[in-house]
Structure formats: C-alpha cells, structure tokens
C-alpha cells in the first residue's frame, strides 16, 4: 500500500534530486539481477555508478543554468571518449605551459588553482565568476550529502523492517511516517 | 565639463573631504580651463607620488606629491597649494599639454610610459578610454613611480591616497566584487566567520569542498550494499518531502568511522550504526 505524498516544494532542486536518485537507484537495482555474492570488481563498479548517479541526478536538477552542472553533464555523457582524451592528455602533460601567475591574483594563485581542480568546469573562468560556481556548488554538494544521508537511511530502516517482519510489506508505512 | 566634476564630487562622498576642498576650491569655472584644472591636480598627484593602487596606499591625496622640488607640486596641502597651481595654470587654455610636454622632461627615466605628446593632442575627451597608460603593464599592487600621461577621458575623482587612472578603477572594482563574493562565501561555509583574510578563506572553503564530496562519496558506498539487499518487491518507494535533519546526521555518520577502504564484502558491516546493531542482534 503506497502512500503518495505531495512534497512541499515540488520544483526545488532537493526534489527534483530526490526523484531522479531514487529513480536511477532503482533501475540500478532492477539491473541488478540475483545477489550472487559478487566479486569485488563488481562491488566497486557498482559503488562508482552509484556515485555517477547521484552526481549525475544533482546535476540534472540543476539544469544548464549553471557552468559547473553543464561541465558535470558533459563529462558524465562524454565518459568513454573523456577517458581516451585523458590518456592523451596525460602524455602531453610534461609539455603543456605552466600557467602564468597573473598579477591580479593576489599571492592567492594557489588556492585559486586548487579551486578550479575542485569546481568542475573550473578550468576556464576568470576568477571572480569562479566564486559564483563556487557558491552555487557548496549548497548544492551540501543539499545532495543531506539528501543521500535520508535517502540511506530510510532504505536501511526499509531493509530492517523488510527482515524483521517479512510479510509484513509495511515498510513503506513505517519509512514514510519515520520520516515525519 | 560639469559632469566631469560632478563625478569627483559623488565619488569623494564617502572619503575625507579635507584633502578634497582643495579641488573644489581650485576648479575654477573657466570653461575647459576648469576641467584641465581638476585633470591637472590629479596628473600631479599621480604622477611623483609613486604609490600603490591598492588599498593599502600612501596617506596622501593625490594632489599632492613628493617631488616637491617643482614650483607646481608643492608639498604641502595648504593654501600655498592653491594658489601654486592656480598661478601656474593661469595663462593655459588648452588643458595640460604643454605642462605635460615638460613634465616628460622632468622625469627622464620613465621613457617607455610616455606616450608621445603629439598624439594627446587629438586625445581630448574624444577616445572612451584611457589607454594612454596602455604602455604600462602594471595592474594591481605596482607601484605608481612614474608620471601618468594625462587623461580627462573619464574624470573620476579617487579616493584618497589612491590612484585614478582606468586600470586602477577597473582594478579596484574588480576587486570589490571579489571581495563581496568571498563575504557571501563565507557565510556559507560554516565557521568561516571568524577568519580573517582572503587566504585562509580560501583554505577552508577548499577544505569544506572536498569534505563534502567525500562525503558524497561515503554515502554512494554506503548505499551500494543496501541496494542489492532491497527487498525486491519495492512498488512503493514514494519520493517524498524530505526535510532536512535538524540536526548533523552526516556528521554523526561521517565521524562513527573513517571511511572505510571500499574493500570490505557486503556484509552486515555497512550497518554500523549504535542503532542498526541494536535491531540486528534480535535476528
């Protein structure tokens, strides 16, 4: 018995994460198959898609407003070829110039950089627009970690009460009125 | 010229007025003659002055200067200014070229900033911008040691002790939004307030950055393990409002353990919470 329950805010970007995460977790369980006891390649890989996921789905409920979501998108749809780039690009590491301190930096040149290496799509901003993503990131990283900590936490209790009671089937109910 | 000067009257609102009577008190209202003045004072004032661009400059308005060996740039703030640079311009109509044409004379050393006095003739007021100093490649913190052409292309009166030229203006605007932006970053990251300085910010900023996606990191591995044992029979798994916890729960969960090596099986470890192992020991 499913209780639907309207959110609050429907348009937010918590729910629109919470939607699209929940949505990829459970085509990734469906594709999942039986639990054999899996090795430990298949557990990490599993691990890394979920990761994708949920920064895939954060991403996405962001939209394209914002360059660091574009960048995320586009490194996520661009995986396959990024990695062939990035094999490349690492030969030519040794050659590529050493970008110039620029004067305007403030003696803030390496905390500027290790900034950009964090944002994605940091690379190629001036720095003050580097702030803005930079912004905009931290609330949204901090609404993802907070959501994912729920959204653990109720599959857990689901999990538990699944055991414990197994023809029960209630766990739904009790998930969504431990969540009140 | 009246816009020109009503310029440096709105931008001096907020800085000390003493060392701006002067300018108010010297800019005659002779036509072009007013604003070559007004442009004068702070050619002056730029020019032997050799002070930073940046905030942390010399208490010094830029009238005046230190090379104080000239008739017109008088050392001292007073009366004795004005009337200095009033006599001395008194019989220049057309604004500063002449004076400039000596001034270049006087200052031998800074050949290479020096644009050629001939080209300023036609450069009255009529090119947007100031790129008489486009010789110069300094922006931010170089000193200013060596005389500025002139510019009247956009008069704008600094603040004290501060340069006027564009670059610096763009500079310091730049600069304001930079630090407006750090001021709302700071707010946002939590115990960010208390420091002081734009490095040490930055640190902490990074620092919140990558904890945060460890943590995201954490979670995912913590929800790999659940996910295969859901139970397969989900229909209902409504998405629904979740609020945000009152209280830290990353926190709790983040600080039980370390994260842990991604190598461990998928066994009942991943439920390591005080509360887990209380339901599971029943079962």
């Known amino acids: ?180 | 010229m009246d816009p020109e000067l009503t310029n440096e009257a709105s931008f001096t609102a907020g800085s000390n007025p003493a060392s701006y009577s002067l300018v108010e008190l010297v800019s005659f209202p002779r036509g072009s003659g007013g604003g070559g003045l007004g442009m004068r004072m702070r050619n002056l004032g730029g020019s032997g002055e050799g002070f930073g661009v940046g905030d942390a400059s010399v208490e010094e308005s830029t009238v005046t200067d230190q090379s104080g060996s000239h008739g017109r740039n008088g050392g001292s703030r007073g009366e004795k200014r004005r009337m200095d640079v009033g006599t001395f311009h008194e019989d220049e109509s057309s604004k500063f070229v002449s004076t400039s044409c000596s001034y270049s004379d006087l200052n031998e050393p800074n050949g290479k900033r020096m644009k050629p006095s001939g080209s300023r003739d036609e450069n009255d007021g009529s090119k947007p911008k100031a790129e008489a100093n486009s010789g110069t490649g300094n922006k931010g913190a170089e000193e200013k040691s060596k005389p500025e052409p002139p510019k009247d292309y956009i008069h704008v009166r600094a603040r004290r002790g501060q340069a006027t030229d564009s670059h610096s203006l763009a500079e310091r605007a730049r600069r304001e939004k930079i630090s407006e932006k750090m001021k709302i970053l700071q707010d946002l990251v939590p115990g960010c307030n208390k420091v002081i300085g734009k490095a040490v910010v930055l640190d902490e900023i990074i620092n919140y950055i990558q904890s945060l996606q460890r943590q995201v990191e954490y979670l995912s591995m913590k929800l790999e393990p659940v996910n295969t044992r859901l139970n397969p029979t989900i229909k209902g798994f409504p998405p629904k409002e979740l609020a945000t916890p009152t209280f830290d729960v990353t926190g709790m969960i983040f600080g039980l353990q370390a994260p842990r090596e991604y190598t461990q099986g998928p066994q009942v470890e991943w439920l390591d919470l005080q509360v887990g192992n209380v339901f599971e020991r029943p079962t």
Not at chain 1, 41 to 65: F, L
């Open chain 1, 1 to 180: 018995m499913t209780t639907q329950i309207i959110p609050s805010n429907p348009d937010s970007i918590k729910t629109r994460f919470t939607y699209s995460f929940v949505r990829a977790l459970k085509k990734l369980n469906k594709s999942r198959g039986a639990s054999v006891s899996p090795s430990m390649k298949e557990t990490y890989r599993r691990y890394h898609m979920i990761r994708v996921a949920s920064y895939a789905s954060m991403a996405s409920a962001v939209g394209s407003k914002r360059a660091w979501s574009r960048a995320v998108l586009w490194k996520i749809r661009n995986r396959t070829s990024h990695r062939a780039l990035k094999k490349k690009s690492r030969i030519h590491a040794l050659t590529r110039t050493k970008v110039r301190e620029n004067p305007r930096s403030d003696l803030n040149f390496h905390q500027e950089n290790d900034l950009r290496k964090l944002v994605p799509g940091g690379e190629g901003m001036d720095f003050c627009r580097l702030l803005n993503e930079t912004a905009h990131y931290i609330k949204c990283l901090r609404t993802q970690a907070t959501t994912i900590v729920v959204v653990w936490a109720v599959v857990v209790v689901g999990v538990i009460v699944g055991r414990i009671g197994d023809g029960c089937g209630g766990w739904v109910e009790m998930s969504v009125t431990c969540d009140k």
